[in-house]
């Protein structure tokens, strides 16, 4: 079984797939993570020497890749991995795949990557609060559409990722 988290940049794919894999016993790839080491160059070199169209065609062979494992993984997406190309229809049509979107708010969003914006290449250009807010929720609003065709939504603005982790496991099993 792969367990697939998807949803916007800072809605908590890492940090709640690490705590669930752990908890259920499955492995924990990040999508980004695997490229990077896989590429040898960290997705913020590989915007920069590469583009994003790119990085777009090496996320989808690397997310062939790690679909293809025979192990049970807990797998946190890119938050633009579903909405380019057909990388959905590939998670989709994997019989082995649960797909879950980590739905935030635009205003959690917002408070967690104003501190982290220079790790973010999406995001690294603005300078107010004002302006990071207002391009996440044209962006949000037109990935939503995407993450929506999860198999499961899961409120994600609570205080306790054990909550969240509980949410997904009763839809599990």
Known sequence: MIIVLMGYMASGKSFVGKVLAK??????????????????KT?????????EIHFRKIET??????????TNIVFSLGGGTPCYG???SIIKSDSKVISFYLNTTIDT???????EKSKR???ARFKSKDELQEFIGKHLFERSYFYNQANFVIKNDKNFVDDIIEDIIVKLF
């Open 23 to 40: 908890k259920i016993g499955f492995d924990f790839i990040d999508l980004d993570t695997y490229i990077e080491k896989r590429e040898g």
């Open 121 to 123: 290449p999406l995001v």
């Open 86 to 88: 057909n990388n959905l």
């Open 61 to 70: 062979k690397y997310l062939r890749e790690v679909l293809d494992l025979k």
């Open 109 to 115: 969003i917002v408070s967690r990557l104003e501190n």
């Open 43 to 51: 997705i913020n070199d590989i915007f920069e020497s590469s583009g």
